[in-house]
């Protein structure tokens, strides 16, 4: 059971490129996330997802974008990279409407911008 | 909005100590529960969860119970291991539109 899947793990990027760090799961969950944590700021809401065809911002969306063309796959772009996107990154998904319904997170993608 | 406060780390104790992590809530509704913990270099593991007030909820030798009067959440453990070091996050979620909110996480520190 792979649970949900993010890569890459580590990543290195200069100010001002771009890159997508992709993540899968299958369990069949409606609801996707992205978070980013950073020290002593806990995690973060990125973008989330609802369902195919369905993403809404988070707390922190500005400079990401996401996109959800099927139940799988939820993967989250950094358009111009810049040093303040330095975080690790967090995919996580669940099912909503269940009650108790626990959240299940990816391994961590850690990116550096120089 | 929805929001969880834990206490500030990070906390250091010696093996079999007595652990509390404090965590409160503010929600509207009637929200579940977790705590998290997360290992150096992993991603965030499920620990507990409660669903609803008054309940307890339980694994590996830690607790927590869902105080609805008092809004809070807090985590205990009555013997640390070294093994326990790690971050812990206290969390909700809004069952109306699913969405999750953490704490700060607070680092525990167990020493032989």
């Known amino acids: 059971n792979a649970g949900v899947t993010q890569t890459p793990k580590f990543q290195v990027l200069k100010t001002g490129q771009s890159m997508t760090l992709q993540c899968a799961q299958d369990m069949n969950h409606e609801y996707m996330s992205w978070y980013r944590q950073d020290p002593g700021m806990g995690l973060r809401l990125i973008h989330y997802?609802?369902?195919?065809?369905?993403?809404d911002q988070g707390e922190v969306p500005n400079g990401y974008n996401v996109s959800r063309s099927t139940t799988e796959d939820f993967p989250l772009r950094l358009l111009s990279a810049a040093p303040s996107q330095t975080s690790v990154y967090f995919c996580?998904?669940?099912?909503?409407?269940?009650?108790?319904?626990?959240?299940?997170f990816g391994e961590g993608s850690w990116l550096t911008v120089v | 909005g929805d929001s969880v406060t834990q206490m500030e780390g990070p906390v250091t104790l010696s093996e079999e100590a007595f652990l509390t992590i404090n965590c409160t809530y503010t929600a509207t509704g009637y929200p579940s529960l977790f705590w998290y913990v997360q290992y150096p270099g992993e991603g965030l593991q499920l620990l507990l969860k409660a669903t609803k007030a008054d309940d307890k909820g339980s694994n590996k030798g830690f607790e927590a119970t869902y105080r609805k009067e008092t809004t809070s959440f807090h985590l205990e453990k009555g013997s640390v291991q070294v093994s326990d070091s790690a971050v812990y996050f206290c969390a909700l979620s809004d069952r109306d539109f699913n969405k999750f909110y953490f704490g700060s996480g607070t680092k525990l520190n167990v020493k032989p």
């Open positions: 997802s609802v369902g195919a065809g369905i993403t």
């Open positions: 996580a998904s669940s099912s909503p409407g269940t009650t108790g319904n626990t959240i299940y």
